[in-house]
């Protein structure tokens, strides 16, 4: 079965991964990219999910050209980390506008499709941080934070729709994001893995497939650690 998935930021890291999954189970993959060449061999729309024009084009042509979305995996997100005293209300705002209201855009405009089609998946991704807090990260914290009781909120508005919304919650990942950090920073983190070291996004990617599998049909408003340990508890 052939479904029509949208990753969003599925130009590159876990994204990228996960975008790969969903194609070599045999889907039909649109990711979004927001400048530069975007990888082959994916339906790549033009996309900031900061711009809701813009997301409404790129639902258009995702429409067009392979049919309503049937799985979203919610991924785009951003850091702008500081203390909170250096903290400015650019800095706070600007990635809750990505990570929180970018999703909520992106979420709505596929919750259209899914209702009329009476079944959907969606799969956000949120991170450790959201639930452990993490210093010099307070927006981006509250961020995935309120991924999940956004996610939770869905789960019993669209339940009885059959559409199913999950969160993943990575711990970290060896990409762009986590190579911004500095060498002793990485070590720290590391020390604190019970597993002692980086996911790989393919391992994150595996869940949000099983996510969207048949196998997962009775899974809804679970938050799924995919973080080495890190968060046991919370
Ligand atoms: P990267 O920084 O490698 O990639 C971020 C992706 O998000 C890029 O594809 C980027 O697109 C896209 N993006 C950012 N802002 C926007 C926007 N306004 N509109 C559209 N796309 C946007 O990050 P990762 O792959 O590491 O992270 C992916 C997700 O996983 C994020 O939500 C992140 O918070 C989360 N996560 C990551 C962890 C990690 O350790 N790496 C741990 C826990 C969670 P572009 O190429 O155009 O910039």
Request: glycine share 10%; charged share 25%; aromatic share 6%.
């Amino acid at each position: 079965m052939s479904r029509s998935v949208l990753v969003t930021g599925g130009n590159r890291g876990i994204g990228l991964a996960i975008a790969r999954a969903f194609a070599e189970a045999g889907d039909k993959v649109a990711i979004t990219y927001r400048s530069g060449e975007p990888p082959e061999g994916f339906l790549a729309v033009k996309c900031d999910i900061t711009d809701a024009e813009q997301v409404e084009q790129a639902y258009k042509e995702i429409e067009e050209k392979q049919g309503a979305v049937e799985v979203l995996v919610a991924n785009a997100g951003v850091t702008r980390d500081q203390l909170l005293m250096r903290m400015s209300e650019e800095d706070f705002a600007s990635v809750l506008d990505t990570n929180l209201t970018g999703t909520f855009r992106v979420v709505k405009r596929a919750n259209r499709g899914m209702l009329r089609a009476r079944k959907g998946r969606v799969v956000l991704i949120s991170s450790v941080v959201g639930l452990l807090g993490s210093a010099g990260q307070a927006n981006y914290a509250a961020s995935k934070a309120g991924l999940v009781g956004f996610a939770r909120s869905l789960a019993r508005e669209l339940g009885s729709r059959n559409i199913t919304v999950n969160v993943v919650a990575p711990g970290f990942v060896d990409t762009d994001m986590t190579r911004a950090l500095t060498d002793e920073q990485r070590e720290g983190i590391v020390k604190q893995v019970p597993l002692a070291r980086y996911a790989q996004p393919e391992e994150i990617a595996a869940s949000v497939r099983f996510l969207a599998s048949d196998e997962a049909a009775y899974i809804t408003g679970a938050v799924i650690p995919v973080d080495g340990g890190l968060g046991m508890g919370h």
